[in-house]
């Protein structure tokens, strides 16, 4: 597994008349607070879960619509599983307009059901906003305490690599992708900077609104 350094901003530049680029985060920071806004709006209730539910949903739909699609049709069953199972299974007030429902049930059911919605549109974003390499690049970072366990993160990062790579082969028809990745992994090498700083807190916002409300 290799690194390879940013070349976004190569020395020399910043010339008069030069537009200066804002190095992106570095793919963990964009991972904890996609798990932050996976935690602040699926702790919610009521209203507010169905609304950070629909947000979170059309920004996915407009931003990934494609990775959104794609994790709601594999994701049907389970839908449809825990639709039936909390709407149909849980003892309530009866409804006459839907035989063998339960208002509960059903209200149960649609907590859930935004809940999962929510996940499945933060991945969707996280697979649209980062490539392979920096996906994994990002949890190999977020995996560093496993090495006092002597868990190996590289090993780890490669399997991810391997899964992510064998997913998007057969969404897109292309094999022997996973074979490439097996050879040589490149992962993206970045320093802290400003767009991390911002990430960081509104990560910590995120955590301390959703555990203080």
């Known amino acids: ?46 209203t507010a879960l169905l609304l950070g539910s629909f947000g ?24 449809l599983t825990m639709l039936v199972m909390f709407g149909w299974f849980t003892p309530g007030t009866p409804l006459s307009g839907i035989p063998g429902a339960s208002q509960e049930g059903l209200l149960l059911a649609a907590q859930n059901l935004a809940r999962l919605l929510i996940a ?43 899964t992510l790579n064998e997913v998007e082969s057969s969404r897109h028809g292309v094999r022997g992708e996973a074979e490439r990745v097996a050879a040589t992994l490149t992962l993206p090498a970045s320093g802290f900077g400003v767009a991390d700083a911002i990430a960081g807190a509104l990560t910590v916002a995120l955590l301390v609104g959703a555990w203080l409300a």
């Open 120 to 162: 499945l549109s933060i991945v969707a974003l996280m697979l649209k906003a980062l490539p392979v390499p920096d996906l994994v690049a990002g949890m190999r970072a977020l995996l560093v305490p496993l090495e006092l366990l002597n868990v190996s993160r590289d090993r780890i990062a490669v399997r991810l690599a391997l």
């Open 56 to 79: 979170l949903a059309l920004t996915a739909l407009i931003a990934a619509s494609s990775h959104l699609g794609l994790l709601l049709r594999r994701s049907r069953w389970l839908l």
């Open 1 to 46: 597994m290799t690194a390879s350094a940013d070349q976004s901003c190569p020395p020399g530049a910043g010339a008069p008349g030069d537009v200066i680029a804002v190095k992106r985060p570095y793919p963990a920071s964009l991972i904890l607070l996609g798990l932050a806004v996976l935690f602040a709006a699926s702790s919610r209730d009521g």
